[in-house]
């Protein structure tokens, strides 16, 4: 069975810094891809920055040039550096891990909120 599981969310002010974690954890797996999407109310999961396995990132418009993703694959482990927060980053924040098992298959975690308000 494999769990991936979030960590690093809060309340900040705005021009502050965040770091999240996120770990996939079990056996038998190879990881293609992990990423951070964000949910806001009424709004739509969006995709926020994501890395694959070879290192590629990509990142949503929106938080370019704050937000840096990293990984540590001997932890199979990846990270959200969130700088220069804004009011519009507060959202419930998710990890996707896209795994190779038998098949390819998407899991996600539980979600950590993070809040950025004066």
């Known amino acids: 069975q494999v769990q991936v599981v979030e960590s690093g969310g809060g309340l900040v002010q705005p021009g502050g810094s965040l770091r999240l974690s996120c770990a996939a954890s079990?056996?038998?797996?190879?990881?293609?891809?992990m990423g951070w999407y964000r949910q806001a109310p009424g709004k739509q999961r969006e995709l926020v920055a994501r890395i694959t396995s070879g290192g590629t990132t990509n990142y949503a418009d929106s938080v370019n040039g704050r937000f840096t993703i990293s990984r540590d694959n001997a932890k199979n482990t990846v990270y959200l550096q969130m700088n220069s927060l804004k009011p519009e980053d507060t959202a419930v924040y998710y990890c996707n891990a896209k795994l190779k098992r038998v098949t390819t298959a998407d899991y996600w975690g539980q979600g950590t909120q993070v809040t950025v308000s004066s």
């Open positions: 079990g056996t038998g797996f190879s990881i293609i891809v």
